[in-house]
């Protein structure tokens, strides 16, 4: 599963450069495994657990701290993980 975690941010790499957003990959850690993700306004990142099958993204505001997404979602196919993705970056986090 971290391989579609891998893949869906690879198919938004430009996405990805265009916000300023840079992401890092995580080692596999107590079953889970993840990426960071940070830019000049927040910073975060999506987790996988697979025991759940369940991705966890939490971003926090790099001017105040606070916690600005929290949510954990499932997903089947690396599409569905990318538009999630797509909409968190140009929405959710935009604001």
Not at 45 to 57: A, V
Not at 67 to 95: C, G, M, N, P, W
Request: aromatic fraction near 12%; charged fraction near 25%; glycine fraction near 6%.
């Amino acid at each position: 599963m971290n391989n579609m975690l891998k893949d869906a941010l690879e198919v938004k790499d430009e996405l990805l450069v265009r916000y300023g957003i840079k992401v890092s990959f995580r080692a596999p850690c107590y079953g889970s495994c993840g990426a960071d993700l940070e830019s000049s306004q927040y910073v975060g990142g999506i987790t996988y657990w697979p025991e759940k099958s369940l991705f966890e993204f939490q971003f926090n505001s790099c001017k105040s701290g606070d916690v600005i997404i929290l949510d954990t979602k499932e997903f089947h196919a690396k599409e569905e993980l990318a538009a999630f993705i797509e909409d968190l970056i140009t929405t959710q986090l935009s604001r």
